[in-house]
Every structure is written in C-alpha cells, then in structure tokens.
C-alpha cells in the first residue's frame, strides 16, 4: 500500500466577520438637539444601520456564480495503462489529471493486485502542507449528501472501492483569497479490471466557500 493517515483535528477557519464597523460622527453633549442620551443612542443606531446597509460586510462571501451540475468522468490506473491516460481527478473543473505532467488533482486511481483503489494526493508522498484533499465515506445515498463538512477526511491512505460507493470529497486549496477547499460527492458508477478503468459521478461546488452539494445554484 502507498501508506496511511486519516486526519483528526485539520480546520478551515471560517474568514467571515460577523459584524461590520462603520465610523459614526455624532454631537457632543450639550451642542444641540442630539444632545440626550437617548437621541444620541438613537442616531449612533441608525448610521450604523445606513453604513452596513451602503457598504455590506467587506468578509461576507460573494453571490454564486456556478450551477452545481453533476459530471460522469473515467480515469485509467496509476499502473499498467498508456501514460497518456489520466489517472487522477480535479475536483477544480471537475477533470482528469495526468500525474505525471501536473500535481493539480486530488485524488488517483489504480488496480493493486485485484484491488481497486482510491489514492488522495498525498498517499502519492506529493509535498504535503496545511490543508490536505482527501476523501469520506458518508454513509448515505449520493443524493441525499446536500452539504459537505469541512474535516474527517483520510488524506494519506489508499480507500479500497467497489461499484456503489459513494464518497464525500475535498480539494487542495485553490481559492487562495480565502484559504479554503472546495468540496464535491463522488459515487463510483463502474470498474473494468481488464481496461484498468473507473468512471463515477461526480458534483463539485465550484463556488469559493460554499459548501452545497445539490444541482444548482448553492445557498450561502
């Protein structure tokens, strides 16, 4: 086997601020009508009101622009097929990867012995810092999955698969502004040991910071 790990305690920290500030000029006591506690209060309140409305909270995270669609992909094994065959999966696109060209996927596949196998980048000993792609078992049907979770996913460890499997997914970092993955469902639709092959559906929010995993648009 290629090794084996599955993560504990690795966080996203969630970059969105929960109030916003606003810089508020208010008349001083006794200068004029707003000079009452009560009055200032109320003044104080509402241009903080108009501020947030005009200006929004700068951290909250922007509108979708991406429909969550549902892909059917086939990837080759690691081994024993022709190298011009991708072996690996983007959750990013979503698309196929050759390994030996690019280290922009999140997880591979091969055929050890009779085995069929799912490799997260890392079980590949690629470089392995902060956030890590790996993969889940969810222990439902693909299409009741309707939002991912941030951890609890095997990062360094082969996942042996059968037709049927389903799996929850997350990604290297690609949204570098935040600092975050994105996350996907995958499920596995059919393994042809003689062409050394694997095809499965896959729905990977493409939304920086979202987390929905059903057809169309997500909920913030």
């Known amino acids: 086997m290629y090794g084996g790990i599955v993560e504990t305690g690795v966080s996203e920290v969630k970059k969105r601020s929960a109030v916003g500030k606003a810089l508020l000029l208010v008349d001083p006591p006794g200068s004029g009508p707003y000079s009452s506690p009560q009055m200032r209060h109320f003044v104080t309140c509402l241009a903080a009101a108009v501020a947030l409305s005009a200006c929004g909270d700068p951290n909250a995270l922007p509108d979708p622009q991406t429909q969550n669609v549902v892909d059917t992909i086939s990837i080759s094994a690691l081994t024993g097929t022709p190298i011009q065959l991708p072996s690996a999966l983007s959750l990013p696109g979503p698309r196929g990867v050759r390994t030996d060209l690019s280290p922009d996927f999140d997880v591979a596949f091969d055929i050890l012995g009779t085995t069929p196998v799912l490799l997260p980048r890392a079980a590949l000993h690629f470089p ?58 995958m499920r596995i639709l059919e393994i042809d040991p003689v062409a050394r092959t694997v095809t499965f559906e896959v729905l990977a929010d493409q939304n920086c910071g979202y987390v929905g995993l059903l057809p169309g648009l997500p909920n913030k």
């Open 128 to 185: 392995a810092s902060g956030l890590q792609p790996g993969l889940q078992r969810p222990g439902v049907a693909f299409a009741d999955i309707k939002e991912a979770v941030s951890n609890g996913y095997t990062t360094q460890d082969t996942l042996q698969i059968a037709v049927g499997d389903v799996f929850m997914a997350r990604s290297r970092v690609v949204c570098s502004s935040l600092g975050v993955a994105i996350y996907g469902k």
